[in-house]
């Protein structure tokens, strides 16, 4: 590649960059951020309620989980003491 074409590309590049630059800085461009933005908040509110409803299940799995082994034991121990007075 020849030094005109290397100052070519470079030239190009700096006309496009600035003109990308005026787009992105652009009224329209900043009411899409806008909107993008606020959309971002409100999947973000969703994903947080529902992150909320899966700790709230678990917590009642957790919470049935121990019931039925403090039952278990329950059941265990009785049936333990009866197989020790039967011996």
Do not use: P
């Amino acid at each position: 590649m020849t030094l005109g074409n290397k100052w070519a590309l470079f030239i190009g590049g700096m006309i496009f960059g600035s003109a990308g630059f005026k787009i992105l800085a652009s009224r329209d461009a900043r009411k899409a951020y806008t909107h993008i933005t606020a959309a971002s908040l409100r999947c973000k509110d969703e994903v947080m309620r529902n992150v909320e409803l899966v700790q709230e299940s678990c917590s009642d799995i957790l919470a049935d989980a121990k019931q039925i082994n403090a039952e278990r034991a329950k059941a265990e121990e009785a049936a333990y003491i009866e197989e020790s007075e039967e011996a």
